[in-house]
């Protein structure tokens, strides 16, 4: 499974933006997608993750209430999008898949490659 992601780019404190994901396969062999994100010099972090089948959501602490992961079966994409970004926000944000039940917030075994946010002052 090859994933593409979209979306990244430069905004101001406060402002929003949208990433997409494509898998290059139906996502009938999809079990659960995901998105992290790494900041400058730190380590590679859980942010969202959603189950194929049913569109069951989980977050990271740091996002909830401001990011919403959802997915479009028919277009096969799925979006995480961004409100009241802040600049602690900023990172490269990678999409990632799984087949595995049970995978939530590590041990995907597909990723795409990243897609910078930053977030201005």
């Known amino acids: 499974v090859q994933l593409q992601a979209s979306g990244g780019g430069l905004v101001q404190a406060a402002g929003s933006l949208r990433l997409s994901c494509a898998p290059s396969?139906?996502?009938?062999?999809?079990?659960?997608m995901g998105w992290f994100r790494q900041a400058p010099g730190k380590a590679r972090e859980f942010v969202a993750t959603i189950k194929w089948s049913d569109g069951t959501t989980y977050y990271a602490d740091a996002v909830k209430g401001r990011f919403t992961l959802s997915r479009d079966n028919a277009k096969n994409m799925v979006y995480l999008q961004m409100n009241n970004l802040k600049p602690e926000d900023t990172a490269v944000f990678y999409c990632a898949a799984t087949r595995v039940p049970g995978v939530i917030r590590s041990g995907y075994e597909y990723w795409g490659q990243g897609t910078e946010v930053t977030v201005s002052s």
């Open positions: 396969r139906r996502a009938f062999s999809i079990y659960r």
